[in-house]
């Protein structure tokens, strides 16, 4: 190739965003090995860690969410104000081919600079409603790749829709199982409360387990709390007397997905997309307060196929935990409605999401 690219990706703050960008910026790099790949999102420490286990290079701008504006105002303009001029900066420093919008606040500086400045861009979007962000910048962008069908309708002012699925790792796309065999004893029980922690899942599932602690020998439970929790969510267990692991994050993912045979979760889409690949049945208990409930969208989309139970949250703890208690009773006990629920979420599955984004990427980029 004659010229060296260089594509942006723009965005982070969560794993959800972050993850399918680092999944199609590693195919990027794979058919593209002299090219450049550099992320620019938020501050987070947890962000700089996970694309620095990666290799992937790195720019956080100051950037904040809208949720600060009420909080800080001041704070909440000064530093998304530098956020601009340091994304115009970086636009005119990088000359990129392509930008690549990975959803959520921290994209849109550098997306709103690159339309501003005529770069090509392509906006991923995880969800079945899509968030604001692709929502004001769908218009600039040359194709936005969805993970759901039915957010094509909710993009009218998109100049191109494609769905692709949504990116995930290679790890844990390689996941993508024929047939998925039932685990032998001591099974496991996955709980993701969150990169970032989840407060009321991780309390909800606690109480709901002290209900089910007869049902669950045999089984193992592994806990990914989120920062907050880990120590009192140990502690919770050791009282309870169950067999438990519990990480504030898990580095491991593909390991943990291998061997769990159940998951307990939020509806986060890049979460969905991961365990659709592994083939795992999921609860799911949707965030209440997710952006235009799109957490309760994206869950209800996968039970209406067979591939999850959803369970709402009830006014109190001890509410949900009867909720999630009452669905665990019957698919610890059910074998088969695990199984069938097994092939529904393999049906489902698109391990080559990042290889459908990137011939999007590189066909713009050729052209």
């Excluded at 999102?41 to 504006?69: C, F, M, N, T, W």
């Excluded at 949504?166 to 409360?193: C, D, F, H, K, Y």
């Amino acid at each position: 190739m004659a010229t060296k690219r260089t594509y942006l990706f723009a965005g982070g703050g969560t794993g959800g965003h972050l993850f399918p960008g680092i999944a199609v910026a590693l195919e990027l790099l794979r058919r593209e090995p002299e090219c450049r790949v550099m992320f620019i999102g938020s501050e987070k420490d947890l962000e700089s860690s996970i694309l620095a286990r990666y290799q992937l290079e790195h720019r956080p701008l100051p950037v904040e969410s809208l949720s600060a504006l009420k909080r800080r105002p001041f704070r909440f303009v000064l530093r998304n104000w530098r956020a601009w001029r340091a994304a115009k900066g970086l636009i005119r420093e990088t000359s990129p081919t392509i930008v690549v919008g990975l959803g959520g606040y921290a994209s849109a500086p550098i997306v709103w600079a690159a339309a501003r400045a005529c770069v090509p861009i392509v906006l991923l979007e995880q969800n079945v409603i899509p968030g604001r962000t692709t929502r004001w910048l769908a218009s600039s962008a040359a194709v936005v790749c969805t993970s759901f069908a039915e957010a094509t309708d909710r993009l009218p002012s998109a100049k191109r829709v494609e769905v692709t699925g949504n990116p995930v790792r290679q790890e844990i796309s390689r996941l993508t199982p024929e047939v998925r065999q039932p685990a032998a004893p001591p099974m496991e029980l996955l709980v993701l409360g969150g990169s970032q922690g989840a407060d009321s899942l991780n309390e909800a599932v606690l109480a709901a387990v002290g209900q089910v602690r007869e049902q669950l020998v045999g089984w193992r439970i592994v806990h990914q709390t989120g920062p907050r929790l880990a120590d009192s969510v140990r502690l919770a267990y050791q009282q309870l007397s169950v067999d438990a692991e519990v990480q504030p994050f898990f580095d491991d993912m593909a390991a943990r997905y291998r061997a769990a045979s159940l998951v307990i979760s939020r509806a986060g889409a890049t979460t969905i997309a991961e365990l659709t690949c592994c083939g795992l049945p999921m609860v799911l208990l949707p965030y209440r307060h997710a952006a235009d409930d799109h957490q309760r969208a994206n869950a209800n989309s996968l039970q209406t196929r067979g591939a999850a139970i959803v369970v709402e949250h009830g006014a109190t703890t001890e509410e949900t935990a009867q909720r999630l208690a009452g669905q665990l009773l019957v698919l610890l006990a059910d074998e088969p409605l695990r199984q069938r629920m097994n092939d529904a979420t393999q049906r489902l599955a698109m391990p080559n999401a990042a290889s459908r984004v990137v011939d999007q990427i590189q066909a713009l980029a050729n052209r």
